[in-house]
């Protein structure tokens, strides 16, 4: 599947299984892709599917469905979007490609290594697509960054850095599954104490540094940190409940994950969202002739003197403006605001298909970026011990 292609298909059918924030904003970007067609919507919270058949204007061809199976097992749909909970993506992505549809699905694909193989095995079984939604590959400096790349602007790229940084406290606490709006992310905090959202930081500083075309991961160490962070949200808001609160607790504040590849090239990716630190992602790369960082400010260097002038940089950047800004900037910005990353994503998935072409990220990269969770966990457990990551490619890469 490194560069499978399916047949052109015209018109892309889409089912939309989970309508939550994130499945209703693709619904009302799908909209706007003439080479796409809403052929389904389905939730399980009649409430959300009500909201999102009432933005489509025209309604009468659409299934409008509670149960996913069916969705998935309509004859004429093509591709189905999966933006349900994290723990059912593997499952619903398996059981579409089994049905015959290609998958677009949420991050991270899965959660385990094992779900991560269903997905690479069912992926080459039914010779069907599966992409994860990484829609940070496809943020503007991001791109830009990596044409330049790819244009030899910054020269071999020797590390790079990757991270989930954003304070989510509120969101956390109290954790336990009781707490509807915490509920998710508590959950995930009570149960693993690795990195449990490593696809954001990941996705990018992975296609940066070619992995799966001429580069693989071979193996991570991983440690976090103790629950500082949490401890002191918990004694502020939770008082003599904080304890309690705490020993639910197993996730730390930071957790840093390192990873070494075939080529000998490094990646640090971090996660924390406990403690008041502006969000951030990092998205930094060392290069043998530059080096660029997006956070706090995009940055970029040719040397040890500093950083180049904003106005150099800007100028630099809009000099090697990446083929997909050219194409989709201006409308995805119009359309999406501040997240017309997403629809540059869902307009690439859509032209790939529809013109038969490999999609811009596979089933191996799903499945090795997600596989990070369950091995960073290893890791941590294990005294920061070495964890081999999978070559889900099966030794073609």
Partial sequence: MLNFCCEPIETVKVGFIGLGTRGIKAVERFQHIKAAKIAALCDRDKKNLSMASEILPEKESVIISTDWKKVCEVGDIDLIYISTDWLTHAEIAVYSMLQGKHVAVEVPAAFSVEECWQLVDTAEQTRKHCMMLENCCYDEFELNTLNMLRQGVFGEVVHGEGAYIHDLRSLNFPPTSTSKKGMRRADFAMKYAGNIYPTHGLGPICVAMNIHRGDKMNYLVSMSSKQWGISDYALKNYG???????????????????????????????????????????????????????????????????????????????????????????????ISGDRFFDFIMDSRLIYCLQNGLPLDMNVYDAAAWSCITELSEISVKNGSAPVEIPNFTRGKF
């Fill in 240 to 334: 003599e409940n904080s304890e309690e609160y705490k020993r639910k607790y197993r996730l730390g504040d930071m957790n840093t994950t390192l990873i070494y590849t075939e080529l000998g090239k490094t990646i640090m990716l971090q996660h924390d969202v406990n403690n008041p630190r502006p969000y951030s992602r990092i998205h930094a790369v060392t290069a043998l002739n530059g080096y660029f960082c997006k956070y706090p400010a995009p940055q970029i260097a040719f040397s040890a003197d500093g950083f180049l002038p904003d106005k150099e940089m800007e100028e630099l950047l809009k000099k090697y403006e990446h083929p997909f800004i050219t194409e989709y900037g201006k409308q995805a910005k119009k």
